[in-house]
């Protein structure tokens, strides 16, 4: 559930503007990562206090000022005195409730993202948040914890390959947000995976434990579908928005993404409307089997009852029962019996029951 | 059923604009309660008759009158003749039927809101409206009854916390809403809790009172849509719109409001879904357990049947049966027994009944 | 049936703009009422003739033609023809399968709506076609018969209540139109009676009736929402289009009878959305008594049918049965009967069957 | 099927513009009917050749020439070369697959509508494509067969009723088109008859043979969605759009058949939910049947199998059994019994199962 | 699945605009196939290498260079270069994941499309990738792999039949989104079939395969829809927008392949409502034969069980059993039986179970 509706309670009443930390505390303490970059230029180190990122603001370089771990408010704090950060954005950063979004203000852009990865053990999709400002020529990530999918980028700059290096701040926080949605994709290969194996099983041999996966998977979808449509408009506004801060060269590439985010989209309605699709085959063959097992039954009973009747029958203690005199009495009976059933049978077999 | 439509009938035919008081009466006497403050004065106390709010009119601070308790028409209408409002309006204000709107008149900005509050003996979510009207350098809000959500409101004024006064009327209308709309929240955790609490009943022992309890929760979302889809849309007006009552300074934490009220609609629409698959899930145990029931009905018959038609045969008194005269007739017959049930059982774990 | 779609075979090949009346014939004799009134003066008779409402049309004062009965079609082409009305405005007036709509011409605005009322005898609810024509000073209104919900309107006209003597024609129309919408809410709120009190059956003791119950407001709901729909457009373009014809100081009470639609047909969603959840309670607790029948059969039958095996076992006839010579036998046979039943009881116990 | 789609497989690969009969052959001939009239004069009669109705393309007169069977391509060839046509169009007019469509030509409109009639051999639905061609003063009608909805329209142009001898070509293509619509009512009429018909075979006696009629009618409804909310676009733009070529005096007709195109969509709608709910109660019905044979089963083996068992016991051929000696043994016994039986039948009373 | 979801793992952390492709490997080497003409001239041959196709790009006649297979990146990005395509462009043609779209580039368009084909094998749609680029007088298309449904048009050209051969690249590119969307017909003619194959079979005698069938041809409709709608999208902003490179003379023919698209969708939707039905049909169908089996159970239970019972109390040992001793005692018992057999059917005539 805590996927679903992060906890405000302890929020209720502060003034608007007071950043306080909603969500799971991930890490121990905050991480600052500092990389900066041009064509010629590239250095990356981690820095011990926040102020070292500060004299980055305004050189000519594009500087990635990462934070891993947004549970230390004072920081968040400082930062956005330094950078000139409206209150109430640093409240949404460190609330991890938020939805996908997007603001302009003056100087920059405000972006908030969702990084999924699927927890192996307890077999679901977690989402971390992740707040992006875009200035003229910094890029500053916020994230919940170590760990990312940005290493592809970092790897990008310092080894500048692609064109990455020749581009600037805009570039980076497309790439940033690139690396995010393509990781979408393979929490999407994962969930087709488990989607395919749980139709073959519905296929070979449901169980109510099938039921439970199908189940899942559509928990699994709706969880999927809160993070990507915000997302969706996300992109969406910022290529076609004019910004001074995004180049036209860069809102091609923003263009790629929107295109992605669609793709990511669309899957996730394929999927539902087959896990939808799997729902009704799956109560079809409960009620089938049901019905197997009720001709079982019936055919069972309504052959044996009657022969039991007859024998029941000649097992009365009456004096006078003619029947059970005839020296052939009990051979012909038990001739009754199977043409009753032999009967009874082929009726069976004429409803199409056997 | 209250909940979801009021009593209307006394009202039908009267003139427009005339104020009638339809709901509960929730309180005995109508109290009012006035704050008045600027940057540097504060002050705050019960008003005995309304006629005393009408200096505040004019000041050049900000006064917050608090109405609670809309049954006694006079006062509404007296207040309504001071600040010069609508005569629909008022009709609006005491009429707690309304959805959440908002309406733009010359001198000031008319907003309806429903509060929100869990009724935990009922165990049902009760609403109250709060009609909020803001003028240049005053706030009047009606509520049904004492007891809200703004008492953080009230002490951040009172202990000067955070902007609210530094900032106008505008803010402070903000600030109620945000009240009420953080609100939301927390209803939507203890939902959120109701949810997960019956998901596990579901899974380990779904009764029929799980049922009702996946109904009764689905009854409240559509209680709770009702009152938050014209809510966005309330937000959204205000933020947009340019209205020379709301500086630009606020109308950056509207756009705040309006996020958050977007994430309780997702939040409800995600509640939403997963009770659609609760109740499939309910309804597809159901099947299970009937399935379950009819294969041991159908185990125990369909061995036993045709041992006791066996039995029956040498439980019949013809004279002449030469099986009967056997010296090891009966376990011999024991034996064909033992053998059929054997082969049944065999039968039915090859069919994976059992 | 008739309810859903009129008859109009009868209608099928003429020219258009023939006004040819389609409907029930629910009154005798046209009956013309003519109120005609300023802030001073009031007058209000019943015309013989149609010719006697003429030279009201051009008077400064404000005249209300009111006509009950549309099947005296010359009556009125006798109308259109003085008050200029385009022939196919005069074909829609005596169709009475027409939706709420709203249409411009020249000199004046054509409306039609659906007046509602419950009738308890076929405890359906049923509609009369109201159109109306608002010129500069006047309002001609068309009624399938006699008996409306405008008493409250002529109420207040005659007494002077209320502003609607000071006000123009258009102010008139709003008048009809808002009590027009009143009158939905007496019937919302009869339906909520009955959907409340079927659900309570619903609870205590569901029964096919209760299905049909469902059923019946279900198609109720239909109903409604084919008359409320519409009615939303025809207000909403009321109010935001700008027409000579309403004045500004009308406007404003137009948005008010907007804000009632959207009540409505608020209402009547939230009605639906109860309905369905009403629907699968219902068919669920068919499946759960279902259930509680198959529960009792299985274990009566699996109890006694190993039993009655057992007794038949010793009721054979077999020569050597060393077990009925024993003299205890007889005993431990009922022991080990009863040792079956207890422990199969056990077993059911354990299932939670008990 | 093929009411549904076309095949169009023969089409495959041709240049496009090249015309191809798409459809049934349903007439051996083509004929070609003109009629030809100004508020004086009016001729009829039947072409030989279709260059006979060359001479009226220039003509100040309103010409109508119908064409009835499409499956003569050169004809339509023909026409298209005279009449300066596109071959895109003349494809369309001979491949009876299309939607109802309106495209703009700088000479001439081109309309596609589907005729319906109600074929009662095969109580099924079906359709006639006809295309309109309007030019400055000639209408060109393509039909499939002879037979149509257009008698009306021709006697009023024979005898001068209505004004359709004093209007232009515009306003013959708006009669043609209303004929058109005026039949669906009469479709809509059967279809709701069909309806309620079904609905009380449902109330009284539901049969498999229920639910296939009300499958039937769903089909029936998807085909006529197909076919009417195309249409509607059709006459919206017509009504909408400014063309030289329809006269401000026939818009206002056109706005007539928006109307009750709205009417047939509405009434369709309507339908469809309607039929739904029916569905509903089908399923339920079953179920409720499934219940009453399962009450019946379950008391009578409830109470026989005890008392069966009983009866078992005192069969048995113990040699010891005390109450077989009893006197009153048989007599106690068969009391016994009807204790058991009337106690069981308590409890069913209880349990409300009787 | 992996129609529906394409292996992406292996690009993610690539930098944007690396082309790497993405999708089975169908063909063994690339196929280069130049077509270039104008009204007088044609020439057609295989080239061997990329660059001979370069000299193309700037001749005024129209030149069609097909490319089948998009494994070997290397080639796509020769083009590329040669033709100043953008990167992001060559990422998306060897990515075979893409949704159908449109991209306007300054010299030219880049269009993205769905080639369907009936894999009769695997009784399974499949799609393969085209992508066209469209210049001011070249088309180059990009296929996964040899085999497509451009034979027509290269007919066409050859032939110079139509007016390909006079119009100018953009046509071309018509003609071949023409001949895509073309066969789409004939896989909905074949999947019609199927639905009408399946239909008739579900009135027969539905088995699980018959459900099996209505979840597969579900499964295609998905898979139609996600290839389609977007196509429609493509079509629609190709025709309505303005570009340099499409006249206005082929802007006409755009508009018929969009009637196209539109028919598509259309039939896909009907097919979805059709299928749904069949869904509900089959459940039903289920329903009633549990039905019938269960009559027939219950029918020989109720007649025989109580039978049974009777035969058991005379099969009893008391010694003193009055009964037993009369002369007429047992064909008394007999005629009760029969008596009360005969009465059990007219009360299941009654209840209409027989």
């Not at 950060?85 to 852009?109: C, M, S, W």
């Not at 009456?318 to 009753?340: D, K, N, Q, S, T």
Request: proline share 4%; hydrophobic share 40%.
């Amino acid at each position: 559930m805590l996927r679903l509706i992060k906890r405000v309670s302890k929020k209720t009443g502060l003034p608007p503007g007071t950043p306080v930390h909603i969500g799971e505390k991930k890490i121990e303490k905050t991480r600052i990562t500092i990389i900066d970059y041009d064509k010629d230029k590239f250095q990356q180190y981690e820095a011990e206090k926040i102020e070292e990122c500060f004299p980055f603001k305004d050189t000519p370089t594009v500087t990635w000022i990462n934070i891993d771990g947004i549970h230390e408010v004072e920081i968040i704090e400082d930062i956005g005195k330094h950078f000139d950060l409206h209150p109430l954005l640093l409240e949404d950063i460190v609330n991890t409730g938020q939805r996908p979004k997007i603001e302009h203000f003056e100087n920059y852009l405000f972006i908030v993202l969702k990084m999924l990865y699927y927890d192996k053990e307890e077999t679901e999709i977690k989402s971390e948040q992740v707040s992006l400002i875009l200035g003229s020529n910094f890029v500053i990530s916020f994230q919940e914890s170590i760990g990312d999918v940005f290493n592809p980028v970092r790897d990008r700059i310092r080894n500048g390959k692609g064109r990455i290096r020749k581009m600037g701040a805009d570039y980076l926080a497309y790439s940033l947000m690139d690396a995010i949605v393509d990781s979408y994709f393979v929490i999407l290969e994962q969930l087709g995976e488990e989607i395919e194996h749980t139709e073959e099983e519905l296929v070979k041999n449901p169980t109510p434990e099938t039921l439970q996966a199908i189940h899942n998977l559509k928990r699994e979808m709706i969880f999927l579908r809160k993070s990507t449509w915000p997302l969706r408009e996300v992109v969406s506004v910022l290529e076609r928005e004019e910004s001074p801060l995004i180049k036209k060269s860069t809102s091609i590439y923003l263009r790629d993404v929107y295109d992605h985010t669609f793709q990511v989209i669309d899957t996730i309605e394929t999927f539902r409307d087959m896990l939808s699709g799997m729902l009704d085959i799956y109560l079809s063959s409960i009620s089938n089997r049901m019905n197997a097992i009720m001709k079982v039954l019936t055919i069972i009973a309504t052959i044996f009852i009657p022969l039991t009747f007859i024998a029941g029958i000649y097992g009365m203690n009456f004096r006078f029962m003619p029947e059970l005199e005839w020296h052939w009495g009990y051979p012909l009976v038990l001739l009754v019996m199977v043409a009753i059933g032999v009967l009874m049978l082929f009726y069976f077999r004429k409803k199409e029951w056997l």
